[in-house]
């Protein structure tokens, strides 16, 4: 199993404030022993997996969630990941058994940390007392070992294999492959079993289709099934074949977005300025910014402004907001969001000092509240935040926002606030959800000193829905080929054309 699909990223969280010396969270606390990682016996091994197992029990919010949306509860495979545990020969094996079964929460911001991020939070927050507790000496040492384990080189098969709109299609990734496979092709079986059955035990991340109501995977790699998986594949001529397809090096490919941070373009037939934003990581938004507010100078007496986000897995609540919110607003605008947290001392310590000044919600204000939010394991806070214009730029257009699956973290942030305050139409597929939440919460495991990172709380919406379950529903619903970046904007221009934007 190749671990760069599995590890979790590092993502900029929503919209935070840097942990300072001052923060002392009550109930907090992190065990470590002087255990060195290539000294770990299968005794090790039980001890790290079930301190996971316990935090995940009592701190994860989405347990339920989870299990509503994709049928099955992770606390249930404790027999079968301890049986792997007990069986485990080596370190390597034991890292690749821990990160299935954090990647099987199923969840974007929950993953293992790479040691090089480890290393990097070690020295930066070397001075930030609860923060050093986690990434202390001892963790840096430990997770210099991990790093040569954490390299296993990517795998791909000679095509990839899509999830576009319903089907698993079949994209030639070089010529030779044409001529070998055929082209246009779909895969509708797995080892004899239904694509979207098999799918549903893939070792992947699976998402939700809320167009088809069904579950699926963005792309079948082959960390999804055996080296030996058979795939049945339909051609357009309605023949079926039979494939086994062989295991290469090489990153896969599953998106088709642009390479640049910023693309502007003028559609003056259309009066329409269109502008793509690739990520709201800070450092990349603080360097595009001037460009993105030129661009709007530039355009401030065009009919319509196109924001295109798609593909943009988050960064930081104030990139969108300094970039292309405060300039365009006229008028202070509330954002309203909650935060759901499980009520262990674990989280509750961990996250003390943000939510001193965050008001707790009566759970009567919502009337769509999760059924597990609605119980005593958890508390609700008011996260909302009021906008304030700033750096203002006369833009009079319409505004539309373009979103996909991918659309996530601060992103689906960005997505929720034009959705809630109609700042602008939203014209694509739902987003990806997790938009709201403070800092994320970090699990030491004791022997191996390896780090879990996994989202703290449960994102509300104004209503009391879960962003990560709902997402953000678009205006308009229009599904576009997964490898055509382009066909989604020139339906966007056409509905221009024909004054069919609300």
Known sequence: MALTLIIATAIVIVGYREPSDEDQPAGFAVTVYPT????????HYMEDYQHLYSIIETNYPYLALKERTHGANWLDRKEAATEKIRAC??????????AGEVSALQNRHTGLLHPNEVREYCTRYQ????MAEIFNDQVAEANVYWSHHFSSPDRRYPVEILYDRGRYIVVNRQGGTATRYGVNLTVTEIDGAPIHDAIKNAETYIDYDHIRGRLYAWAITPECFPPDAVFNVAHPNGTM????FPTVYGSPRTNFYPAPDLIT????????????VKTFDPETVQRITPAIHGFLNETRDYRYLIIDIRGNTGGAFHSWLTAIVEPLLKAPVLHEYYLAYRNDPYIM???GQWLGDKEPVPKNHFTELPPEVDTPQYSVYNGSDTYQP????????????LTDRTVYSAAEGFTNFCKQTGFATIIGTHSGGDGFFIWPNYVVLPHSKLVVTMTSSMSLDRQGRANEEARTT???VHETSITDHELLIEYTLKLIEQEGIP
């Open 36 to 43: 060195h990682p290539s000294q770990l016996t299968t005794e």
């Open 89 to 98: 020969k080596d370190n390597q094996e034991f890292l690749e058994i821990i």
């Open 474 to 476: 678009p205006d308009i």
């Open 265 to 276: 373009r003028k559609h003056r037939d259309q009066s329409a300025a269109y502008m793509y």
């Open 241 to 244: 074949k039979h494939r086994v």
């Open 349 to 351: 310590g961990f996250h």
């Open 127 to 130: 001075n930030v007392s609860f």
């Open 390 to 401: 700033a750096n203002t730029i006369n833009h009079t257009a319409k505004r539309i926002l």
